[in-house]
C-alpha cells in the first residue's frame, strides 16, 4: 500500500480479518487510530520521518507563529500530534497550494519542496528541523540512488532481470491487482 491508498484499502477489508500491517509502523499507528481497526505493526520505518524531532518543531512553531506543520503520516506520533494538517505527498502538495496560508513547516522528504515552489511559488516553505542539529537529515538517500539515467536503462534493456517461482509470482500478483483495483476508487 501507498500513504495515499492505504485507508481506502483498510477500510475495504472485512472488519473482522486481522491486519498485518507493512512496511512502516508509523504509517500503520497512524492509519490504526484513524480507522480504528487493530493492526499487527511491522517493526519498519521511513529514516527521514523517525529522524524529525518533535521538541526542535515545537520550537520551530513557536518562532513561526503564522506558519502551519504538515506532515506525512509516516512520522512519529509526536510530530503528527502537533500538525495542522497530516496526508500524502499529494495531499500534502495539494494542501499547499490551496491553502490560505502563506508559511509552512514541512515534515517530510525535503524533495518535495521544489514542487511545492513550483506550484505555490508566492509561499515561504520551512523543511521541519530533526534531532541531529549539525545537519538537516530531512533527504532520502534510498530515494536519491534513483536516477533519469538508471530508469532509462531500467526500460531500455529491461535491467535488471529478476527472476523467481512462476507460482510464487502469481500469489504475489494478487493482492498487488486488488490493491490497484481498490485504488480506482479513490477521488
Known sequence: VTSSNAETIINALPEDRPIIFAPDKNLGRYLSKKTGRDMILWDGSCIVHEAFSMERIAKQLAE???AKLIAHPESETPVLDLAHFIGSTSALLNFVEKDDAQKFIVATEEGILHEMKKRAPQKELLPALVFDESCNCSEC???????????YLCMRYELPEILMDEELRLKALEP???????????K
Open 141 to 151: 538517500f534510498y530515494m536519491k540512488r534513483n536516477t533519469l539515467e538508471k530508469l
Open 176 to 186: 498487488i491487482e486488488k490493491m490497484l483495483e481498490l485504488s480506482t476508487t479513490i
Open 64 to 66: 513561526n507563529p503564522d
